[in-house]
């Protein structure tokens, strides 16, 4: 009984520590309707502020969290500048891509300025624990819990009982209402920039404590925890974010205690999926609330399409074939081979994001699934590889189109949302799916392409064949587009109200689309786990899936050629500074963001 | 026998009463009209009738099946098609493929019933492309140039045209032909003349009167009084979800119930003229 209480305690505390990170969050989804992915940024930075304080300027903790407050209010104000007002106008999906960049930017800041190594932050507060029943509260534990609690009484006057904090729930209400009324809505979202960015700070200052580890991919899985509970509690609801961040640090906390550590973070995004199918309104919203008026939640930008004559595309690829002729350019052609394999992970991500206009935050979860399902059933079941990677192209169809489903209905935002979970999932099966996956150790020895006897393992030959798949998969890719399906799939992007009352169904038309995406991107994996001959849970990570969408961009939303223009671009560009990854990383983040505010129609422009 | 029977249709709000108990029923080839001030629950109506709302009680019969809890696409397919009153067209499909999507339900050869494997086999028509599937797709286009042709030069010249590029009375006339393109047994239009000038309200009027006399069975929820008296068989007037007078349109415009609702208590009596 005592480690029960151990573990409900352990939650809670847990979960006080989200409901810092996700009360930011819902603050700001209420007043800008944004779901700001560059929170959990801001908590990494806190947290690495904090360290610098501890180790450089040996400063005590309250000085410590004074300047962490003040450094993370500033880039909160940054962020609400350059990130959310110039997009006021544009698809309410923008500025959630706008701050997935400015998240990649600060990422990467950190990781230049601090290594990617872990680092210690150890607590300057006494050791002593008090005995709760079987367990132990700490010093820690108790200010944890105190900030939470005074955090949460502050805000709660702050908005109850201050004219700006009217001004702020005026606002949440009814944006247009509260300008007319001479409501300085620019100076409320700076504020709530603000007052969310430090309380994320603090945050990460604190878990940085609590953990004694701060590393720069804290910033991520904060996000993605905050997002959770902010979904549980309904979206934009303050006190509900705070109670779904309880909700989740117990369920967490008890899903350790029955299946280990490593199911943490699996429970949560479980937890998320239930809670968006079931509820997508938050566990405490009414059931059966009025149909909501249509909301275009894609990022069609309406736009000219540039217009490729045919021949010019054919030249290209003849020039691309005879690439690999020139001598001495190995370094290039696995570059190019590289950068067919991304480019068929683009088109078809094109086709769910640009098409059929739902923003996929987890597409690399489709390359995990075909890197694992060729693998695997050429070591295990023993098929020849040129069966395994279009077995693992129809595998990815079913298996990714399957697991996406129980999202179908939902739209905007929460289809990011859930894609971004479904991906995690997936991730973290294979983590935990030991007797198939081979867990944590990943998958060695996996055979090189092949076509029968005929062995295709020079960089020529990889080239060569994925350029052809690549083609073969475009050129199918384009006759969908032409076909009826094409048109059905941009009828449910621009008005599903619409497109149902014609007689399309979502389901079934979502579920042909994911399908052939998955089939394009299984593909896509399974080249790359043979030609990697190593892979595992983490080979492609949700970093992959924003370099995708990057690319999807930049080419253009739903532009089958953008999409490949796209990949090459953001593949090779990057070699020609010959960054490391986080430069890399770095320049995608920056493209992003510059795309999203001066040209969100790429530069193909959005078909 | 009535093509749709509504009865005891209740839909409610949070508390308010949107429709509350109303029974509707249209034979074929009626046109009938719905009336009433703003807010009377006539899109509820609507709504509940096409399947973007599920009633609270009551049921509905639409072409001899009970659709009451049917998704929407399931009613379309029936043969029900409706417009939206503020226009929900396409924006960047182009106007020739809004009108498609109308047929989208009547396709065979693209969609082939296949029990089970439905979809797979829709997947490898559109990538194979049969004879088939071209010959019909080329009868669709043929048929969108009629129907674009129905109002006059108007859509003609823009077919290619995305429909975000179209005027606001071009948008309705481009949801009025996908509508048509479906190839309804009942047509429910909410107001299709809402945002137009006189001169284009005089040209939509005729356009669905010659619909009208084409046989088109119509539900036609309508402000402009004049277009409702010259083209109802029968006119409906609502007012707090309830039906407040039903009967042909001269009745129903002098009764001292649907005046009052238009105009209040005190102007009782000036209006009827």
Redesign the interface.
Same mark, same amino acid.
């Given at each position: 009984m005592g480690s029960w209480l151990d573990y409900t305690i352990n939650g809670l505390i847990i979960g006080n520590i989200y409901a810092l990170v996700a009360v930011g969050l819902a603050l700001i989804f209420g007043v800008s309707h944004l779901i700001n992915f560059a929170h959990g940024s801001v908590y990494a930075v806190g947290a690495y502020v904090g360290w610098a304080c501890f180790t450089y300027l040996h400063l005590p903790l309250p000085l410590t969290a004074l300047v962490v407050i003040a450094v993370c209010t500033a880039i909160g104000i940054a962020i609400e500048r350059l990130g959310l007002r110039p997009l006021a106008g544009a698809p309410r999906i923008a500025p959630l891509l706008a701050t997935i960049g400015i998240s990649l930017v600060l990422d990467q800041l950190l990781q230049i300025l601090f290594t990617p190594d872990p680092r210690a932050l150890p607590s300057p507060l006494p050791t002593w624990r008090i005995p709760v029943g079987g367990g132990t509260i700490g010093a820690l534990d108790l200010l944890i819990a105190g900030t939470g609690l005074l955090s949460a009484a502050v805000l709660y006057g702050f908005l109850r009982f201050t004219k700006l904090g009217w001004a702020v729930r005026a606002t949440a209400q009814d944006r247009d209402a509260a300008r007319q009324m001479g409501v300085d809505t620019d100076a409320v979202n700076r504020t709530v920039f603000a007052i969310a960015s430090a309380l994320g700070g603090i945050s990460g200052l604190l878990v940085g404590m609590y953990f004694n580890h701060i590393d720069p991919a804290m910033s991520l899985q904060a996000t993605l925890k905050g997002v959770v509970a902010q979904v549980i509690g309904g979206m934009g609801n303050v006190p509900g974010a705070i109670a779904g961040s309880l909700l989740l640090g117990l369920t967490e906390s008890y899903g350790v205690a029955l299946f280990g550590s490593s199911y943490r973070n699996l429970f949560s995004f479980a937890l998320l999926l239930l809670i968006l199918v079931l509820r997508p309104n938050g566990l405490f919203a009414?059931a059966r609330? *009025?149909?909501p008026e249509?909301m275009t939640g894609t990022f069609?930008a309406?736009s000219r399409v540039v217009r490729v004559p045919p021949w010019t595309v054919w030249l290209a690829v003849a020039i691309a074939y005879v690439v690999p002729l020139i001598p001495n350019i190995g370094y290039a052609l696995q570059v190019l081979t590289n950068a067919w394999l991304m480019a068929m992970l683009a088109i078809s991500l094109t086709l769910v994001a640009g098409t059929l206009g739902q923003v996929s935050l987890g597409h690399a979860a489709l390359l995990l699934i075909g890197a694992y399902a060729s693998s695997l059933l050429a070591l295990d079941a023993g098929w020849p590889v040129w069966v395994t990677i279009p077995m693992a192209g129809i595998l990815t169809a079913l298996i990714g189109t399957a697991l996406v489903a129980p999202a179908f209905r939902l739209r905007s935002h929460y289809v990011s949302i859930a894609t971004l979970g479904i991906g995690e999932i997936v991730g973290l099966v294979i983590l935990n799916w030991e007797g198939l996956t081979r867990g944590p150790m990943g998958v060695t020895n996996i055979p090189p392409l092949a076509l029968g006897k005929l062995e295709l393992d020079s960089p020529e030959a990889a080239y060569w064949v994925s350029l052809a798949v690549l083609v073969v998969l475009a050129l199918?890719q384009s006759?969908?587009l032409r076909?009826?399906?094409g048109?059905?799939f941009?009828?449910i992007?621009?008005?599903d109200?619409?497109?149902? *009352?014609?007689?399309?169904?979502?389901n079934?038309y979502k579920?042909?689309a994911f399908?052939?995406a998955g089939f394009g991107a299984g593909i896509s994996g399974a080249i790359a786990a043979h030609l990697y001959s190593y892979i595992n849970n983490e080979t492609f990570t949700s970093a992959v899936s924003i370099t995708a969408l990057t690319m999807v961009i930049l080419g253009g939303m739903g532009n089958l050629l953008g999409g490949i223009l796209g990949a090459v671009a953001l593949t090779a560009i990057p070699e020609l500074f010959r960054g490391t990854a986080e430069y890399r990383m770095l320049i995608y983040g920056v493209v992003l963001l510059l795309l999203i505010r001066f040209r969100p129609q790429g530069v193909l422009g959005?078909? | 026998m009535n093509l749709l029977e509504a009865n005891g249709i209740v839909r409610s709000?949070?508390g308010v009463h949107a429709v509350a108990g109303v029974d509707v029923s249209i034979a074929p080839g009626e046109f009938l009209s719905i009336i009433g001030p703003n807010g009377a629950g006539k899109t509820t109506l609507f709504?509940l009738l096409?399947?973007?709302?599920v009633p609270d009680q009551g049921s509905i019969r639409f072409a001899d099946t009970t659709i009451t809890g049917w998704?929407?696409?399931r009613i379309?397919?029936l043969g029900l098609?409706?417009t939206?009153q503020h226009g929900?067209?396409?924006?960047?499909?182009s106007v020739r493929?809004?009108i498609?999507?109308?047929a989208?339900?009547r396709?065979r050869a693209?969609r082939p019933r296949v029990p089970g494997l439905?979809?797979v086999a829709?997947?490898l028509?559109?990538?194979i492309?049969p004879p088939s599937?071209a010959a019909e797709?080329a009868a669709l286009n043929a048929e969108v140039d009629r129907i674009a042709a129905l109002f006059g030069d108007r859509l003609t010249p823009r077919l290619e045209n995305?429909a975000?590029s179209l005027s606001y009375a071009n948008r309705r006339r481009v949801e009025i032909a996908?509508a048509l393109a479906?190839h309804p047994r009942l047509l429910l239009l909410d107001e299709p003349t809402a945002g137009m000038n006189e001169s284009e309200t005089a040209e939509m009027t005729t356009i669905i009167g010659r619909l009208k006399s084409e046989g088109h069975t119509i539900l036609l929820i309508e402000h402009k009084l004049d277009l409702v008296m010259r083209l109802s068989d029968r006119v409906i007037a609502m007012d707090d979800g309830r039906i407040i007078a039903e009967g042909p349109p001269q009745a129903v415009r002098t009764d001292p119930a649907v005046i009052e609702a238009y105009l209040g208590h005190s102007s009782l009596g000036e209006a009827a003229a």
């Open positions: 009414s609330s *009025a149909p249509p069609i309406p199918l006759r969908l076909s009826h399906l048109r059905t941009r009828a992007r621009d008005d109200v619409a497109a149902r *009352a014609y007689g399309v169904s979502l079934r579920g042909l399908a052939f959005t078909v | 709000f949070g709504n096409s399947g973007h709302d998704a929407p696409e379309a397919a098609a409706r939206f929900r067209v396409f924006g960047n499909l493929d809004n498609l999507v109308g989208h339900h396709m693209a439905g979809a829709e997947l028509m559109a990538l492309r599937v797709e995305p975000y996908r479906l």
